[in-house]
């Protein structure tokens, strides 16, 4: 997929679908699955972290999980959040931003809201970089929102989502996520808009969908709002995994035979001779190369 990919996907009424990663080896998992694109969203401060909100996420936080990403799916479509407050102290000081997660390995970012910023947008999309918007409930305004709340609940609110919307298009975002919002709400503001819109918690009237990979896998099992479909029972998953390597441990089936190196034969005679010998015997030149030799063969 490429950025172009989006605004053909929408014309040709086809559904994006959006996943969050924030890891390597997660990255490799989606990287063989049929998901369109990733999102590094800075709800990472959250999932990866343990803060109580996206907040705390920063420049260099979100370049460090982008280029684990990048490595574990050079194939997907990456965009990064730019995180709080990052594009509002200033055009250079958001382009320092903006260079930092390109170089990470991304192939577009994603900014919350248009009030304030829309230049800054602007300036983005001219410098060759594709922006992706968030409208509807922007988790880095939690407080001015007195919480993480439904967005655009009454006919003013709809109105005043649509000409965000329209600015974000106008100022050249190629795609917008609406986040918690009524699904006709979003139905209008993908109808009004050319570039498509991926939702989450916005209904099936958009042109993609997006989830938290740990929400989605239930890695989370306490987060359970309204707009989440579990397709797996991770959680459950791992610490059954988890209890019976510790069994095992314990009980001593762990490792098997099967599960161990053994030096070989010429090897185990010079060490036998070495211990009869009290154990002034020179060391082998054969056990020094059998011990690289295992290490090299690790799988076998
Ligand atoms: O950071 C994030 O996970 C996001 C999604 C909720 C869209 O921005």
Redesign the pocket.
């Known amino acids: 997929m490429n950025v172009l990919e989006f605004q053909k996907m929408k014309d040709e009424g086809r559904k994006i679908s959006m996943v969050?990663c924030y890891d390597y080896s997660s990255a490799q998992a989606v990287a063989e699955s049929s998901i369109d694109c990733i999102?590094v969203?800075?709800?990472?401060a959250m999932t990866m972290h343990g803060f109580p909100n996206?907040l705390s996420a920063t420049t260099s936080m979100m370049a460090l999980h982008t280029a684990a990403v990048a490595r574990g799916a050079r194939s997907k479509f990456i965009v990064a959040?730019l995180p709080f407050l990052s594009y509002r102290k200033g055009l250079k000081e958001a382009m320092d931003s903006v260079h930092d997660l390109m170089s990470a390995g991304a192939h577009a970012v994603?900014l919350?809201g248009v009030h304030g910023h829309a230049e800054i947008v602007r300036h983005i999309v001219d410098s060759g970089v594709p922006v992706m918007g968030?409208l509807g409930l922007t988790?880095q305004s939690v407080h001015a929102l007195g919480g993480m709340k439904i967005q655009a609940r009454t006919n003013a609110a709809v109105k005043i989502l649509a000409s965000e919307a329209r600015e974000l298009e106008d100022v050249g975002c190629f795609a917008l996520?609406l986040?918690c919002v009524p699904a006709e709400a979003a139905r209008q503001v993908t109808n009004l808009l050319k570039i498509p819109t991926?939702g989450?918690g916005a209904g099936p009237g958009v042109s993609g969908q997006?989830l938290?990979y740990q929400d989605m896998i239930g890695l989370n099992p306490g987060f359970k709002p309204k707009f989440l479909r579990t397709y797996a029972n991770a959680f459950d998953i791992i610490q059954a995994a988890l209890n019976a390597y510790d069994r095992d441990v314990k009980s001593g089936s762990f490792p098997s035979e099967s599960e161990t190196y053994y030096e070989s034969r010429s090897v185990e005679r010079s060490l036998a001779k070495e211990s009869s010998s009290g154990g002034n015997a020179p060391v082998a030149e054969s056990s020094r190369v059998s011990r690289v030799t295992v290490a090299s063969e690790m799988n076998q």
């Open positions: 969050t999102l969203g800075d709800s990472l996206t959040d994603k919350e968030h988790p996520v986040e991926i989450i997006v938290v």
